[in-house]
């Protein structure tokens, strides 16, 4: 069964569409990796998906039922951590989750448990008596999880969740959405590190305010044409400029100190005399082809 | 030295948001500023702008002790870049020159070359607001530089941008240093670290290492294998296998370990073992990410 069904989903602010036709599904108890620059639509389809704005046309199915119609009796059994989740900065982190556990009208005897649990799954013993606002931000963000799981949801919406978080408590925080999921709670997640998605069940591209692709990760790489291969170099940037127009050369970026060329067939040899390795693509390799191919399509 | 800090300070009330911060940035630098948001950049940033004052510590640019008495030589592009979104892109242009004090002759001529260099001369008259989320980026650095800086200090220039206009800015960047501008960048993303001549690493207020991409590398005093499966977690897998840290770097894992042929022979033994079949298993040269990670996990 499906978690969610977004149908045509679409959402105007005066003239400007903010999200564009939107279809998509997730199967209950799998991960959906919702990504796409600042912008594109994703805070928007989740708020939408949340019963929190109305869609101007199309329709959301949540959990079996119609969003727009039976909101209130949907809305118990999702979660939504939002980009802005507030905290009490003046409460501490016990005090918070009790505040939330209160919200969420949960009866004391189930509150605690509920709250130990919580304190356990998002690392936060030790903590309890810290203020909000003496957390870094890592630890603020797993407290913000912890507040929106507390009433257990089926269905839980992150929004930019590891934004402000640094490279140890990121991968942190992705090891939590996996046991959550392992443990049965769909997850939608949104981020623009696309390298985060990499482990998600299936992924959704997001550009201008359309669903530009969507599919598990190895059905996206397969939509790269040719094949993948990285040349390391000093100067990575000089090297993209001689190599970019080369013929046999379908697409190349830079990526940090490596050079990933996309390789048509017939020219493999080349690419490997220069000192190319055969790679499996990154997600962030097949969104730099979707979005120059999206713009260069819209151009013409 | 066109940046020189010593040991800068700075605390919002009883938050420390940089403790003791020294670095130098020497002309024809691209110098990068890596670490998450929360980490204390943008606040480095504002002090080297001089919108801050350090409370703490000593800083000279451009030889001024006042960075806004160098004014006329110092390009800034927060990252709140407040264009006027009901004015087209030449308006703009046109206002941030006169602000600058430039003479409307040479405000016409400079306006044109850099909308030429920023490629935003197509779209001179259509409105800020209309305008994407990397051109606005690309907008707001065009006016950075109406008054021909010879040092750039950029705040994120790249924070939620698309991949494809993250690459665009970066060339931009890389264009402006080859005609003599010296660059100061922040940014959350790793691979744009590597691409700066040097790096700094601030993670919660401290500057943790400060140096080329390469030499932070080298410096790395473990070694990485980079492992391909069909798992979400290894780590739960590779108990009792000598190896220090399992960290997921997009569709792979690194393995931080001491002895890599005995830490490899182990963890083929232990995915064996558990049943998950290997796709690749290889050393790797440490990345800039791996000796980040490794820093900023041993900050208690």
Redesign the interface.
């Known amino acids: 069964m499906n978690a969610v069904v977004a149908r045509d989903l679409t959402r105007r602010f005066g003239s400007f569409t903010a999200v564009d036709h939107v279809c998509f599904s997730i199967p209950q108890g799998s991960v959906y990796g919702f990504l ?5 639509g994703k805070t928007t389809t989740i708020r939408m998906l949340t019963g929190i704005l109305e869609p101007t046309a199309g329709s959301a199915v949540i959990l079996g039922l119609d969003i727009a119609g039976d909101r209130d009796a949907v809305k118990s059994r999702l979660g939504y951590m939002s980009q802005r989740f507030s905290l009490y900065d003046d409460l501490t982190v016990s005090e918070n989750l009790e505040f939330y556990a209160g919200m969420f009208s949960l009866p004391r005897s189930v509150a605690r448990g509920r709250i130990e649990e919580v304190v356990g799954m998002a690392g936060l013993s030790g903590r309890t008596r810290d203020l909000a ?2 957390l ?3 630890i603020r963000q797993r407290l913000a999880l912890g507040c929106a799981i507390l009433h257990r949801p089926e269905l839980l919406f992150l929004d930019e969740p590891t ?6 408590s ?2 942190r925080f ?2 939590i959405i ?1 046991e959550l999921a392992a443990g049965g709670t769909t997850i939608m997640v949104t981020t ?4 985060e998605a ?2 998600c069940d299936a992924i959704g591209f997001m ?2 305010g359309r669903l530009i692709a969507s599919g598990t ?1 190895r059905e996206l790489k397969e939509l790269l044409p040719g094949s993948s291969w990285e040349l390391l170099s ?1 100067h ?2 000089d090297l993209l400029e001689k190599l970019e127009r080369r013929p046999g050369i379908v697409d190349a ?5 490596a050079l990933h060329l996309q390789v048509e067939s017939g020219w493999e040899d080349e690419v490997a005399s220069m000192g190319a390795n055969r790679i ?1 693509p ?3 390799d097949v ?2 082809h979707l ?2 191919k999206h ?1 260069k399509e819209r151009n013409s | 030295m066109l940046i020189e800090a010593e040991s800068l300070s700075f605390s919002f009330g009883n ?1 420390r948001v940089l403790r003791e911060v020294s670095l130098g940035v020497r002309e024809g630098e691209i110098f990068g500023l890596v ?5 204390g950049k943008t606040t480095l940033v504002r002090i080297l702008a001089g919108v801050l004052r350090p409370e703490q510590g000593r800083l000279s640019v451009l030889g001024s002790g006042a960075p806004e008495k160098v004014r006329g030589r110092l390009g800034t592009v927060p990252q709140a870049f407040t264009l006027y979104g009901d004015l087209t892109v030449w308006e703009n242009i046109r206002l941030f020159g006169a602000l600058y004090g430039a003479a409307p002759g040479e405000v016409e001529e400079r306006g044109r070359e850099i909308l030429t260099f920023t490629n935003l001369l197509a779209f001179s008259d259509r409105l800020a607001d209309a305008l ?3 051109m606005k980026r690309k907008l707001a650095l065009a006016a950075g530089l109406m008054h021909s800086p010879s040092l750039l200090i950029l705040d994120e220039p790249t ?7 993250r ?1 665009e800015i ?2 931009l960047l ?1 264009d402006l240093n080859r005609r003599g501008i010296t660059i100061f960048v922040t940014t ?8 700066c001549t040097r790096t700094g690493f601030l ?2 207020g401290r500057l943790l290492a400060c140096d080329s ?2 030499a932070i590398c080298r410096a790395f005093p473990r070694h990485v294998l980079e492992v ?1 499966a069909q798992a ?2 290894l ?1 739960p897998l590779l108990a009792g296998v000598p190896v220090r840290e399992v ?6 894992f690194h393995l931080v370990v001491d002895d890599p042929v005995e830490a490899r022979r182990q963890v083929e033994q232990a995915l064996d073992r558990a049943g998950v079949s290997v ?1 690749s298993l290889r050393e790797i040269p440490p ?3 791996d000796a ?2 490794e820093m ?2 041993e900050v208690p």
Request: proline share 8%.
């Open positions: 796409g620059p600042n912008g594109s606002g003496s870094s931000g890592g934004s402000g978080v640094d490279p140890v990121r991968r992705w090891d996996y623009h590190f696309m390298d990499e482990h550009f201008d990760p000093d990575p940037m970026s830079v990526h940090g100190r499996v990154s997600l962030e969104f730099v979005v120059r713009r | 938050r670490g998450p948001d929360g980490a994407s989320g990397g924070t939620g941008v698309d991949p494809v206009s690459r970066w060339r890389y959350p993303y790793m691979d744009e670290a590597e691409l993670h919660e991409p390469k391909r979400r977690n780590r960290n997921a770097f997009g569709s792979a796709l990345s800039l990410e980040f990670v900023a996990r």
